[in-house]
């Protein structure tokens, strides 16, 4: 079982060198911190990344910090009772961060992965997803969907390699789309 002990949580760079959230956890096995993915552009019906701003969301966690030092985590199931807790007040950034961090806990403290802690059903690793069609402010149309990416499922490919060929075929397909667009435009 995971006890909390200590909440902490600050801004790092992304890969955009732009404000991301990590998040901090100490507990009775370890530390263990994760970050939320910064996205260029959100989709129409995606959660605010932080609910004022990010140092709120940081301040905020450091108010609920003693709170979880009751908490006790076992399974996957039990981050409904920390997202109870806190879903009101931090932004989907800053709860996707905090729950990563919770899970890689939970994994290390029953010598799993985290997709195992997931789908305890599940015989073997998830299958791969390739973006297949961008939208949102990745799309180069004028008139583009609202949803902000099509994802590929490679369930017919036998193995993890070919589907990671495929992904860099459609990356490189994209590619040339864009310089021959920027060529003869």
Not at 11 to 25: A, F, G, Q, Y
Not at 107 to 130: C, D, S, T, Y
């Amino acid at each position: 079982m995971v006890v909390i002990k200590r909440v902490s949580a600050k801004t790092i760079p992304d890969t955009r060198n732009e404000k991301t959230i990590s998040v901090s956890l100490i507990t009775n096995i370890g530390e263990f911190s994760a970050s939320a993915p910064n996205g260029k552009s959100r989709g129409k019906y995606e959660n605010d990344p932080y609910k004022k701003n990010i140092e709120s969301d940081i301040k905020k966690l450091k108010d609920f910090s003693d709170y979880f030092s009751d908490e006790k985590l076992e399974e996957f199931s039990d981050l409904t009772r920390v997202e109870d807790i806190i879903k009101d007040t931090v932004g989907a950034n800053t709860l996707f961060a905090f729950e990563s961090a919770v899970l890689k806990a939970i994994a290390k403290e029953q010598k799993k992965e985290i997709w195992q802690l997931v789908n305890p059903h599940a015989k073997k690793f998830p299958r791969l997803l390739g973006n297949a069609i961008e939208g949102g402010k990745h799309s180069h149309a004028d008139k583009h969907p609202d949803f902000q990416e099509f994802l590929q499922e490679f369930s017919r490919l036998r193995k993890h390699e070919r589907g990671f060929s495929f992904c860099t075929w459609m990356f490189f397909e994209k590619l040339l789309f864009i310089l021959l667009h920027l060529l003869f435009s």
